[in-house]
């Protein structure tokens, strides 16, 4: 059974295998005993190895030792827990804000919980897998949209006026285009017809606005966002995940988002270091400048060699269409030292297989430039 998957996967270039760090500092990653830039991480402000974080962790680990030892409902919730959540409110301007162990079980426990029979769930088609799964947990009905199309997200909600709660649910910047989603005219849609905003914000938290709360303060939405969700393991540096908003809202999760209720909760020490993420974040609109900047400088180039990414993030899909090319492009860099990966269906819809081509504070402008030279010489392998 499972032997015969395995060599479909195979034949259809469609077989993923992990490959093991020996060592890495967010930069550079060992593997087999030789160094590779590291393009495809969602490290992006570069704070994994930040000295300030490792060192809270260490102090949590020496006074609330490894484990939390139950769920946070039971004997789970430490100081540490209820430190971060606080950091997170008041950054991000929340009433409040509740802490899950990572971004799909916050997806997968909160979706369920805020929608059931007869309530309607209209969510872009690019959604992230987690969203799509806590859809589908619920027993809400739940319809996708094409790709940041409001005219049909319109249509559907016209066509559902009649359900008892209708979730507006979509992802903020877009973890495999690099794009954004069109939150003013989400919020105007929901507030012309009484729907609510689930946004995960998963990859613009403590990047994008003046202050890096995100999508929705750089969309100048904040108000008419109902559940925010974010993760603390990819600008922040650390783990786990969240959800903000109102106090009723975090008490009615507390109570009801099974994920929350049934897990163990996250480590008191990556919580400390979590907390220690957060209040770098807040005061990291330099360090977010220069990244920014960075990522401008490098869209540019990338049109000089000819090469338009679909989106101006520091998200550029690389798209092959075909799973096959994909392969073959990852193994070009590979071949350079550049660890990329290839992004292949199910990931992505069939035809848009890529490369996932990331940018972090961690590289330098000669790392980009050898990527850069790479993609120059390579430029066959991608679509137009």
Sequence with gaps: MFGDEIRELREQNLLRQVKVFESSDGRVGRI????????????????????????A??????????GS????????????????????????????????????????????????KGDVILGD??????????????????????????????????EYKNAKTRWIVTDGLFSMDGDIAPLAEICQLADKYNAKVYLDDAHAFGILGKNGRGTAE?????????????TLGKAAGVAGAFAGGSREMTDFLMNRARSFIFSTSLPPAL???????????????????????????????????????????????LVTEDAGKAVEAEKVFWERNIYLQA???????KGSSRLRLTLSLNQTSEDREKVLGVLKDNQHLFAR
């Design 218 to 230: 750089l969309l100048g939405v904040e108000g008419g966002i109902d559940i925010h969700v974010g």
């Design 343 to 349: 992004i292949r269906p199910p990931t992505v819809p």
């Design 125 to 158: 088609r690019l959604n992230h897998a987690s969203i799509v799964d806590g859809c589908l947990l619920s027993r809400a009905e739940f319809k996708r949209y094409p790709h940041l199309d409001m005219s049909v997200l319109e249509k559907l909600l016209l």
């Design 271 to 317: 919580a400390l270091g979590g907390a220690k993420g957060v209040e770098l974040l807040s005061g990291f609109s330099h360090g977010r400048e220069m990244f920014l900047s960075g990522v401008k400088s490098f869209h540019n180039l990338l049109g000089v060699i000819g090469l338009v990414a679909p989106s101006n993030s520091y998200i550029i899909p």
């Design 57 to 66: 962790i260490h102090k949590g680990l020496e006074e609330y030792g490894a």
């Design 69 to 116: 030892g139950a769920s946070r409902l039971v004997s789970g919730t430490l100081t540490p827990h209820r430190m971060l959540e606080e950091r997170l409110r008041d950054y991000l301007g929340f009433e409040s804000a509740l802490l899950f162990n990572s971004g799909y079980a916050a997806n997968t426990g909160i979706i369920p919980s805020i929608a059931g």
């Design 32 to 55: 087999g005993g030789k160094d590779y830039l590291i393009f495809c991480s969602n490290d992006y402000l570069g704070l994994s190895h930040s000295r300030e974080i490792k060192d």
